[in-house]
């Protein structure tokens, strides 16, 4: 019997998903074979980030096992490392232990969506949960219920302010809608479960570059194509937003951060301990290096088939496509689009196995809309304007029957939604808001930002990789400079202290690596037996062997 030919879908997003959908009658007839590559064994539902976050859903819930979404096409879970056009061969590794898989294609389509454009602004991958990724979400979840917490026992005035401010950068649909649901859970938490907290002493600010929040719904300019614009829309999601308590700043943007606040476009500074960044974002490394016609922002054109560079075998869509509208411009990268050109993609390998002529795509979606928090919601219908609790019924209607995947999570869903309003929201802290122990940590500091300060715990062994910090010691107001440190230097709690400095804080712009400070204690037994290791490896700042020995590990 011949063997069928191989269809290689790379990504797990709705793209894949809606191609599989249409794929699989060839499928079971063994017509064709489909495999799907993605990192996770999961597909994630974005748009149900926020509600998660606040924890109106439990995590799980917003999860789809991929092996039931791509039912009956096979499940590959790996990191793609490249994609050979010519040789028709991905090569993937997996996270385990690097083992390298090649798998061969007849057909490859390729829907990888975008990575998170990590050099937006200096200390976002270090200090930024980002809502690209699961795992962050759920640390930012963990994370909020932390700063609760904290606060809650914490009697410094500005720690207090810091813990209780939640920043969030970009006032489109994720960052909009993430500061209304936080916005309401924190009027929430501080009414029933956290009393010694008031709400005013809760910040919620939202940074927007634009003179709007959600560009996605003010038209013209904003979007992939000339649209229609709904400024009502916009105006009645700003009151709301600021109805709930969200602080808006437009026209402004991010320049920085640091553990411990927000450098920003109009010189101010926010002190902050929670920084969410729905900004910047770019094509994934692995497009860079396929000799394909891209458009200005890296992504992959194709025809009105959704083939790329006219070639029967290679197809795009989703984020990382430049997918031509049918009344011009590309489609904007948002998921029920996604949908329908995975539906097209799929459609169209049937009829060119089939040796049928391929059919343009003509997708169109029935409307957008976001939930913006307290059971409000701004969208369209069929190019209708809706706002409300009517938008939000019809949100979550389209978004239960027709984005989210999979039966079981649909039914899961419902009862989180049915059961919440009358058992309270989940305010358990299931993990660790920070990456796991013994994880190095980068951290970024602004010219004068404080590193260290003898007035809160310093916790923290630094390695310096790059700029020069000061040393200071006396009391605040009348502080003299010791010393100034720079790249391969390290200091800690042990450190200040031999010196009689109760301060170190940041000449220029710094970047150190760090650990706490029993870590550090317990890698130095670790360094002092592996010295000749460390001196050979070239990307390690470098690390002064003697004062490890004499104990100034910190």
Same mark, same amino acid.
């Given at each position: 019997?011949?063997?069928?030919?191989?269809?290689?879908?790379?990504?797990?997003?709705?793209?894949?998903?809606?191609?599989?959908?249409?794929?699989?009658?060839?499928?079971?007839?063994?017509?064709?074979?489909?495999?799907?590559?993605?990192?996770?064994?999961?597909?994630?539902?974005?748009?149900?980030?926020?509600?998660?976050?606040?924890?109106?859903?439990?995590?799980?819930?917003?999860?789809?096992?991929?092996?039931?979404?791509?039912?009956?096409?096979?499940?590959?879970?790996?990191?793609?490392?490249?994609?050979?056009?010519?040789?028709?061969?991905?090569?993937?590794?997996?996270?385990?232990?690097?083992?390298?898989?090649?798998?061969?294609?007849?057909?490859?389509?390729?829907?990888?969506?975008?990575?998170?454009?990590?050099?937006?602004?200096?200390?976002?991958?270090?200090?930024?949960?980002?809502?690209?990724?699961?795992?962050?979400?759920?640390?930012?979840?963990?994370?909020?219920?932390?700063?609760?917490?904290?606060?809650?026992?914490?009697?410094?005035?500005?720690?207090?302010?810091?813990?209780?401010?939640?920043?969030?950068?970009?006032?489109?649909? +994720?960052?909009?809608?993430?500061? *209304?649901?936080?916005?309401?859970? /924190?009027?929430?938490?501080? =009414?029933? #479960?956290? !009393?010694? @907290?008031?709400?005013?002493?809760?910040?919620?600010?939202?940074?927007?570059?634009?003179?709007?929040?959600?560009?996605?719904?003010?038209?013209?300019?904003?979007?992939?194509?000339?649209?229609?614009?709904?400024?009502?829309?916009?105006?009645?999601?700003?009151?709301?937003?600021?109805?709930?308590?969200?602080?808006?700043?437009?026209?402004?943007?991010?320049?920085?951060?640091?553990?411990?606040?927000?450098?920003?476009?109009?010189?101010?500074?926010?002190?902050?301990?929670?920084?969410?960044?729905?900004?910047?974002?770019?094509?994934?490394?692995?497009?860079?290096?396929?000799?394909?016609?891209?458009?200005?922002?890296?992504?992959?054109?194709?025809?009105?088939?959704?083939?790329?560079?006219?070639?029967?075998?290679?197809?795009?869509?989703?984020?990382?496509? +430049?997918?031509?509208?049918?009344? *011009?411009?590309?489609?904007?990268? /948002?998921?029920?689009?996604? =949908?329908? #050109?995975? !539906?097209? @993609?799929?459609?169209?390998?049937?009829?060119?196995?089939?040796?049928?002529?391929?059919?343009?795509?003509?997708?169109?979606?029935?409307?957008?809309?976001?939930?913006?928090?307290?059971?409000?919601?701004?969208?369209?219908?069929?190019?209708?304007?809706?706002?409300?609790?009517?938008?939000?019924?019809?949100?979550?209607?389209?978004?239960?029957?027709?984005?989210?995947?999979?039966?079981?999570?649909?039914?899961?869903?419902?009862?989180?939604?049915?059961?919440?309003?009358?058992?309270?929201?989940?305010?358990?802290?299931?993990?660790?808001?920070?990456?796991?122990?013994?994880?190095?940590?980068?951290?970024?500091?602004?010219?004068?930002?404080?590193?260290?300060?003898?007035?809160?715990?310093?916790?923290?062994?630094?390695?310096?990789?790059?700029?020069?910090?000061?040393?200071?010691?006396?009391?605040?107001?009348?502080?003299?400079?010791?010393?100034?440190?720079?790249?391969?230097?390290?200091?800690?709690?042990?450190?200040?202290?031999?010196?009689?400095?109760?301060?170190?804080?940041?000449?220029?712009?710094?970047?150190?690596?760090?650990?706490?400070?029993?870590?550090?204690?317990?890698?130095?037994?670790?360094?002092?037996?592996?010295?000749?290791?460390?001196?050979?490896?070239?990307?390690?700042?470098?690390?002064?062997?003697?004062?490890?020995?004499?104990?100034?590990?910190?």
């Amino acid at each position: 019997m011949a063997t069928p030919p191989h269809v290689l879908v790379l990504g797990g997003g709705f793209v894949a998903q809606a191609a599989v959908k249409k794929l699989r009658r060839p499928i079971r007839r063994g017509e064709v074979a489909v495999t799907v590559v993605d990192r996770d064994n999961y597909f994630t539902f974005h748009a149900l980030i926020g509600e998660m976050v606040t924890g109106r859903l439990l995590p799980s819930n917003i999860l789809n096992p991929s092996r039931r979404v791509f039912a009956p096409a096979q499940v590959h879970v790996g990191e793609i490392e490249t994609i050979d056009i010519e040789a028709k061969q991905v090569v993937t590794r997996n996270r385990f232990d690097g083992t390298r898989s090649e798998l061969e294609y007849d057909h490859c389509v390729v829907a990888v969506g975008t990575g998170e454009n990590l050099e937006a602004y200096p200390g976002l991958a270090e200090h930024a949960y980002r809502l690209k990724s699961f795992d962050d979400c759920f640390r930012l979840k963990n994370h909020i219920m932390e700063m609760f917490e904290l606060a809650d026992i914490e009697r410094d005035p500005e720690e207090r302010r810091r813990l209780l401010t939640f920043f969030v950068a970009g006032g489109g649909f +994720s960052g909009s809608e993430l500061a *209304g649901e936080l916005a309401d859970f /924190v009027r929430r938490l501080t =009414k029933r #479960e956290y !009393q010694g @907290i008031k709400r005013e002493e809760c910040r919620v600010v939202v940074v927007h570059p634009g003179p709007t929040l959600l560009p996605e719904l003010y038209g013209g300019k904003n979007t992939e194509r000339d649209e229609r614009g709904y400024p009502k829309l916009v105006e009645y999601g700003m009151k709301h937003s600021r109805k709930l308590g969200v602080e808006l700043m437009l026209e402004t943007r991010v320049t920085g951060a640091t553990p411990n606040e927000v450098y920003l476009s109009n010189g101010e500074h926010i002190p902050t301990r929670t920084i969410v960044s729905t900004v910047g974002s770019k094509p994934w490394p692995i497009l860079d290096e396929i000799e394909l016609p891209k458009d200005s922002r890296g992504r992959l054109v194709t025809d009105e088939f959704l083939r790329v560079d006219g070639r029967p075998e290679l197809w795009a869509g989703g984020d990382c496509g +430049s997918v031509p509208h049918p009344k *011009g411009g590309t489609c904007p990268p /948002v998921a029920l689009f996604a =949908k329908k #050109e995975g !539906q097209q @993609i799929g459609k169209n390998i049937a009829r060119s196995l089939a040796g049928k002529p391929l059919r343009p795509f003509r997708g169109s979606v029935i409307g957008q809309g976001i939930s913006i928090g307290n059971r409000t919601a701004v969208g369209t219908l069929k190019g209708i304007p809706m706002k409300g609790k009517l938008a939000w019924l019809s949100w979550r209607s389209v978004v239960w029957g027709y984005a989210v995947p999979s039966w079981d999570r649909r039914f899961r869903l419902l009862a989180d939604w049915l059961i919440w309003p009358f058992v309270g929201r989940d305010i358990v802290q299931m993990g660790p808001s920070e990456k796991a122990a013994y994880d190095a940590r980068h951290h970024v500091y602004q010219p004068g930002a404080a590193i260290a300060e003898s007035s809160r715990p310093v916790q923290l062994v630094h390695i310096i990789v790059e700029g020069e910090v000061e040393v200071y010691r006396g009391p605040a107001g009348n502080e003299e400079l010791l010393e100034t440190i720079g790249a391969g230097d390290h200091f800690g709690r042990k450190w200040l202290e031999r010196r009689g400095a109760n301060a170190a804080r940041a000449k220029s712009l710094v970047r150190t690596l760090a650990l706490h400070e029993d870590q550090a204690n317990q890698l130095q037994d670790v360094l002092l037996s592996t010295e000749r290791i460390v001196a050979r490896t070239s990307m390690m700042p470098a690390v002064d062997m003697d004062a490890l020995r004499r104990g100034e590990d910190s």
